[in-house]
């Protein structure tokens, strides 16, 4: 969806809080927006909770039960994402990132959402002047493996503003990196532990 939203969405996202609204940031304007609940919790009852609610009340509790099984993997992967960003930011405002004038971490698609990437550290956004670095986020319950990095080296150049050599590779992973990953065409990578360390108060 185009930024140029209609009163109701606008006061949905500025007065209410009830839609968050993301911007592709690169170092060129960008389009669509997109436009998200706001509220985890008000995301998972409509990916899930609503729909196995209903099978709860047709005396189907397994049916519920497998419905939100299967698609929880799913919500919690895109829930997760601006949380991650947001444990970035606050990593680099305190130093702990290799690039610590990264002032704002978003995402990078295009109109066909392909590639999608996951994260863009950059100086400011939705335009920015310099992209820091991007990264995959991968919440699953396997770990990041080569077929993962090569996707992402393969998107990493389509974002306006990445420059081979300079633009750090970031890899944040729950279930952590497969032995075999080539880390040397990565910059940063980052687990569970390190999400949750950004926001504990320095010492």
Known sequence: MD???????????????????DEPVSIR?????????AD??????????????EQARRGRPEAAFRLVERRWPTWRGRA????????????????ALPW???????????????????LVGADRAPVAQYLHFVGSIKWLDTPF???????????????????????????????????DLDQGKTDLIWGAGDVLSAWQPAN
């Open 145 to 179: 493996d080569d077929h993962d990095l090569a996707e992402l080296l393969r998107s990493a150049p389509q974002v306006p503003g990445f420059a081979p050599g300079s633009t750090g590779i970031v890899v944040v992973s729950l279930s952590g990196i497969a032995p």
């Open 40 to 53: 985890t919790n008000l995301r998972l009852y409509l990916a899930a909770l609503r729909s196995a609610q």
């Open 29 to 37: 304007p960008g389009k669509p927006a997109l436009y998200r609940v």
């Open 100 to 118: 610590p004038d990264t002032a704002v971490v978003g995402g990078w698609w295009n109109r066909q959402f392909n590639p999608e990437v996951d």
């Open 80 to 95: 997760v994402e601006p949380l991650v960003r947001e444990s970035l930011e606050l990593a680099a405002a305190s130093g």
């Open 3 to 21: 930024l140029h939203p209609s009163p109701l969405l606008r006061r949905m996202v500025e007065e209410k809080r009830v839609l968050a609204v």
